[in-house]
C-alpha cells in the first residue's frame, strides 16, 4: 500500500495472507477484512487450526504423505492393500486420488519429478526411499501415477528402471478421454491414446 | 472429502481456509499444504499475525474504520483535513481511496447500504454517526463515495436528505470513462454521464 491506513498488524496479515497460492495482494487484503469482521466465527478458529496443524504435523517417513502421526493414517490401515503403491509427485494428488476413492491401496510421494533443467535429479526427490520399499519385498505391484507431463514421464522411465526387472509388476495410469470431455476439445495426442487403448463395448 | 485421508487437524484447516472469500474447497486444500510444507516460513508466522490481529483489532468508535486503536489513525492524524468527511460502505472501499491517495481527509464507513429487500433500514448502518459527526460541526464537506449501484445511490440521496440544508456541501463521486478504460466495453450509462460531465480540454 502506497499509505499505511491501519496499523502493522493489519499490514502484516495481509502480507503473510497474500503468500497463500490463489490469493493476489488484493484478494488478501478482502480476506483479511474477512477474517476482521467475522473475528469469532472465523479468525481465531483458524488461528488456532493452524497452530495445531504447525504443532502437530509431520511428514510421514515411509510414504511421503503429510499428516499427525509417523506412519501416517494410510500406511498403518490395516484394511488398505499394503502390496500395491501408487506413486505419485505430490501430496495432493494423492489427495486428489483419495477423493476419487481410485483405489484403496497405500502411496509413495516423491515430493516432485525430474528436472535436469531445474537441477532435480533423482536424489532431490523420493526415489530411494522407494525403491527401499521395494527392496524390502511385499510389494506385488507399483502403479506410477505421475502427471502426463515430459519431467512426469523422465521420473516414470526412471523408477521403471530401478524397480524394475523383479517380481513387482510396474504399471501407469491410463490415457484416454476424461469422463464427461468433449472430444472436440481434445488434444490430438489425447485422442490417439484413446483410440489406441479403446476397449470392447 | 469422501474419505479421510489425514488427521482431523489438517480437515479442519482445509475447512476453514474455504470460508475465506476467494478460496473454494479445491483451493483450500492446496493453500493448505501450501501452508504445511511452508511451516516455518509461513504457516507459524501467520497463525501468530492472526492470533496478533484477533486481539487487538477493533472497530473504530467515531468513523467504523478497523484499526489496533479507537479512534482510529486516520481519526487522530492531525495531518489530515478534519473539515472533510469521506461516506464509503465498506472499510474495503476506505483502504481502495487511501491506495490511490484520492484524498487525505477522514472517513465514515456506514458498514453497508439501504436494502429494504434484504431488510437494510437506516438504522442498521451508520448513517445516525454520520448525522451526529456533522451536528457537532467543524465540517465543510461531506464526500459521499458509495458504490454506483442502485442501493448505494438510494443511501447517498438519504443521506444528503438527513445532514443537507445546513452549512455543509455535499458531494459526490464523478462518473466518467475511468482512467486507461475503452469506450467499446463501457455501458450507455457511463458514457452518457462522461458526454454530460465533459470538461475543457
Same sequence: chains 1, 2.
Avoid at 120 to 147: F, K, M, Q, T
Amino acid at each position: 500500500m502506497s499509505r499505511s491506513v491501519a496499523g502493522p498488524e493489519i499490514e502484516r496479515l495481509i502480507q503473510l495472507l497474500a503468500k497463500l497460492p490463489g490469493l493476489g495482494p488484493r484478494s488478501a487484503r478482502r480476506a483479511a477484512l474477512h477474517l476482521i469482521n467475522k473475528k469469532d466465527e472465523l479468525l481465531v478458529p483458524l488461528a488456532k487450526a493452524m497452530d495445531l496443524a504447525g504443532e502437530k504435523i509431520v511428514i510421514c517417513s515411509t510414504c511421503g504423505n503429510v499428516d499427525t502421526s509417523d506412519p501416517c493414517l494410510i500406511c498403518t490401515d490395516p484394511r488398505r492393500d499394503g502390496t500395491t503403491i501408487v506413486v505419485v509427485e505430490e501430496v495432493a494428488d494423492l489427495w486428489a486420488l483419495e477423493r476419487a476413492t481410485a483405489i484403496n491401496a497405500r502411496y509413495h510421494v516423491l515430493g516432485g519429478v525430474l528436472s535436469p533443467l531445474d537441477g532435480i535429479g533423482p536424489d532431490d526427490i523420493g526415489i530411494a526411499g522407494l525403491v527401499r520399499r521395494v527392496a524390502e519385498g511385499g510389494i506385488s505391484e507399483v502403479i506410477i501415477a505421475v502427471n502426463a507431463t515430459v519431467e512426469g514421464q523422465t521420473t516414470a522411465h526412471y523408477i521403471t528402471d530401478q524397480i524394475g526387472g523383479g517380481e513387482v509388476r510396474i504399471s501407469r495410469l491410463a490415457h484416454g478421454v476424461p469422463v464427461g470431455g468433449e472430444l472436440d476439445y481434445l488434444d490430438e495426442g489425447t485422442l490417439a491414446a484413446a483410440i489406441r487403448s479403446r476397449t470392447p463395448f
